[in-house]
């Protein structure tokens, strides 16, 4: 299903963007972290993660986010929307 909301219709393939490998590896990570994050068995429950394990996913999504805008430059538009 596409991305309603991105203007290409489509999530971007950290492959295809202008960023040091290290930084897309990062964003992998995370990504794959994130899937622990959730209750598969019930997803709209309480997350299994403490509230260290959140504040430490926080800290680093934080740290990618300003890597991966630092390295796309002023062209690109970056959205936060955690919030």
């Known amino acids: 299903m596409p991305d309603v909301d991105s203007p290409l219709g489509y999530q ?8 040091a490998p290290t930084t897309r ?3 992998t990570r995370l990504a794959n972290c994130y899937q622990s994050s959730l209750d598969w068995d019930y997803p709209a429950g309480p997350s299994p993660w403490s ?3 959140y504040e430490s996913f926080r ?4 740290t990618a986010l300003a890597a991966l805008r630092r390295e796309l430059g002023d062209s ?3 959205e936060d929307r955690r919030d």
């Open 12 to 19: 971007s393939d950290l492959d295809r963007l202008p960023i």
């Open 25 to 27: 590896d990062e964003l």
């Open 51 to 53: 509230r260290e394990q």
């Open 59 to 62: 800290s680093n999504a934080d």
């Open 76 to 78: 690109w538009l970056v």
